[in-house]
């Protein structure tokens, strides 16, 4: 028995140095490990432990009687108790040795499967972070053209308006020059008026010569 203990704690501490070092086997360590704690797993290890605890529960309650019958004798013990005593040692050593590297090993698992996760965890949150982060640029960026078109209209606005300025001045310009032209035009057919008015009283001031003319020239010829 105590060989096989022996070679159970060299089996654990070999599986604890592959969990601590980041080898190609410790993987195949984690897998393995995984697997245990699946279906009737954990239940075994139970049984198992359950068992190195009884036995060395057992180993413990023989030592102490070793010792009892060792006091009663008046302090001397025989060859076989101190064979016994130092076997029953031995085995309480490597019993209470091979439990406790099993739970080293177990808590070495569970923080490392812990740590997977919680680096998965970031590794998500990093992906989310850097996709707010290109939402946020492209965000900006569509912003930032927004803002640039914004201001392009704005030019565009001022440059039309100066133009409508312009325009309107224009056509003050023009309804002024066609105003002027109305008056002028509203003279000049006044003047026209006039002007035939004053050649129609010549014309009547004409013929009325011209009738008088007449009327001397035949009173002289009678």
Do not use: C
């Not at 070793?66 to 060859?79: F, L, S, W, Y």
């Not at 209470?96 to 177990?106: K, T, Y």
């Not at 014309?203 to 001397?216: E, G, H, I």
């Amino acid at each position: 028995m105590i060989q096989l203990l022996f070679a159970v704690i060299f089996t654990e501490a070999a599986m604890i140095a592959l969990l601590l070092f980041k080898t190609p086997l410790r993987k195949l360590v984690i897998m393995a490990l995984d697997r245990l704690k699946r279906g009737r797993g954990p239940l075994m290890v139970k049984t198992v432990a359950g068992t190195l605890v009884v036995v060395l529960s057992s180993s413990v309650y023989s030592m102490i009687n070793i010792q009892k019958r060792g006091i009663e004798d008046g302090g001397a013990v025989n060859p076989t108790d101190q064979v016994l005593m130092a076997k029953h040692l031995l085995e309480a050593t490597l019993m209470g040795a091979v439990l406790f590297l099993a739970l080293m090993i177990d808590r070495l698992h569970h923080y490392i499967r812990e740590l997977r996760i919680r680096r998965k965890s970031m590794e998500a949150v990093k992906k989310q972070m850097r996709g707010s982060e290109d939402v946020k640029t492209a965000s900006s960026e569509e912003t930032k053209y927004m803002e640039e078109r914004a201001a392009k209209l704005r030019e565009e606005v001022v440059r039309l308006e100066s133009e409508l300025k312009s325009k309107n001045k224009a056509v003050g310009a023009a309804e002024a020059n066609v105003s002027a032209l109305r008056k002028q035009s509203e003279g000049f057919l006044l003047e026209y008026d006039r002007l035939l008015e004053e050649n129609q009283s010549l014309r009547n001031q004409l013929q009325s010569v011209d009738r008088t003319f007449s009327r001397s020239a035949s009173k002289k010829n009678t």
